[in-house]
């Protein structure tokens, strides 16, 4: 297995769990967040019968900006894979104008894409593209 340099940061599992706050307020909910360092999801909330793990994504710039949400086809493919153990999967998306969320799996096209500014070739994959005009705004 090749090792690939750790990205996440404190600060983006800050961001995280001010989401996660912030959807349970909503929810009227607490997040439980996973122990294992590389989960596939960053939160689940539990309800009367069902669980629900959410992945979590803080943007720069407004929902508006661009068209369509990318997302790693290989992370849409594992919080999809959650509905095969009785739980739904939403992706959150903190824009800086609004929080979103969406329902998986959803109305998508598949792309090649990703980051090419850090020179990582494994940045660069098969990905989701999510149109943004079909997240639910998330009232604050």
């Given at each position: 297995?090749?090792?690939?340099?750790?990205?996440?940061?404190?600060?983006?599992?800050?961001?995280?769990?001010?989401?996660?706050?912030?959807?349970?307020?909503?929810?009227?909910?607490?997040?439980?967040?996973?122990?294992?360092?590389?989960?596939?999801?960053?939160?689940?909330?539990?309800?009367?019968?069902?669980?629900?793990?959410?992945?979590?994504?803080?943007?720069?710039?407004?929902?508006?900006?661009?068209?369509?949400?990318?997302?790693?086809k290989?992370?849409?493919?594992a919080?999809?894979?959650?509905?095969?153990?009785?739980?739904?999967?939403?992706?959150?998306?903190?824009?800086?104008?609004?929080?979103?969320?969406?329902?998986?799996?959803?109305?998508?096209?598949?792309?090649?894409?990703?980051?090419?500014?850090?020179?990582?070739?494994?940045?660069?994959?098969?990905v989701?593209?999510?149109?943004?005009?079909?997240?639910?705004?998330?009232?604050?």
């Open positions: 297995m090749v090792s690939r340099p750790k990205y996440e940061s404190a600060a983006d599992r800050g961001n995280q769990h001010y989401v996660l706050s912030k959807l349970g307020r909503a929810f009227g909910l607490e997040a439980e967040v996973p122990t294992e360092e590389y989960a596939f999801y960053d939160g689940m909330f539990s309800f009367e019968d069902r669980k629900c793990v959410v992945e979590v994504k803080t943007r720069k710039n407004e929902r508006g900006r661009y068209p369509t949400y990318m997302l790693s290989n992370k849409y493919d919080l999809c894979g959650a509905t095969n153990h009785n739980m739904d999967a939403l992706l959150a998306v903190q824009w800086t104008d609004q929080l979103g969320v969406i329902q998986l799996p959803t109305e998508h096209t598949v792309s090649t894409g990703g980051r090419y500014d850090r020179g990582d070739p494994m940045d660069v994959e098969q989701v593209l999510i149109p943004t005009t079909n997240f639910k705004r998330v009232p604050e």
